[in-house]
């Protein structure tokens, strides 16, 4: 019986990288098998340059500021969860992984969790509210080592 293969996805709001060789040490500074997803993270003021508008009352003519329905930064990490989770939904799918760790940013932690389809569940073995995204290579694979998620490097 084949033993099932382990991936780490390791996200936050903008960045994301699926670490998929566990247990290989290639000695590469920067793995080539590593699944790597970034979106253009525009600051909140970058997003809100377009005011609203402005609205006329139900009442006489009147005009006031309207005001924003949603969270656009928030709407944006929520669709980039969105297509994380559908691309590791499709590789699941395709047996490409069975268990999968995720250690994510706190608040798309929680956003992963609440889009997280039941097949996925079923795959998840562990997860950790912690933002590991801007780590080089080497120390990712070190805090992922220290979180009993990577085996260890070897001497």
């Given at each position: 019986m084949k033993a099932k293969t382990?991936?780490?996805?390791?996200?936050?709001?903008?960045?994301?990288?699926?670490?998929?060789?566990?247990?290989?040490?290639?000695g590469a500074e920067?793995?080539?098998?590593?699944?790597?997803?970034?979106?253009?993270?525009?600051?909140?003021?970058e997003i809100?340059?377009?005011?609203?508008?402005?609205?006329?009352a139900s009442e006489g003519a009147r005009r006031s500021a309207?005001?924003?329905r949603s969270d656009p930064v928030?709407?944006?990490?929520?669709?980039?969860?969105?297509?994380?989770?559908?691309e590791l939904e499709r590789r699941h799918a395709?047996?490409?992984f069975g268990r999968l760790a995720i250690v994510a940013e706190p608040r798309m932690l929680g956003t992963l969790r609440q889009k997280l389809p039941a097949a996925l569940r079923q795959a998840v073995v562990k997860e950790v509210p912690k933002?590991?995204?801007k780590l080089p290579v080497k120390e990712l694979?070190?805090?992922?080592?220290?979180?009993?998620?990577?085996?260890p490097r070897p001497g």
């Open positions: 382990s991936w780490v996805l390791v996200a936050d709001g903008a960045r994301a990288r699926i670490v998929r060789d566990l247990g290989m040490d290639t920067d793995r080539l098998d590593d699944l790597v997803y970034e979106i253009d993270h525009k600051q909140l003021r809100m340059a377009d005011k609203p508008g402005r609205g006329f309207m005001e924003y928030q709407e944006q990490e929520v669709e980039f969860a969105g297509m994380l989770l559908d395709a047996d490409e933002d590991l995204t694979r070190e805090a992922l080592a220290a979180l009993d998620l990577v085996p």
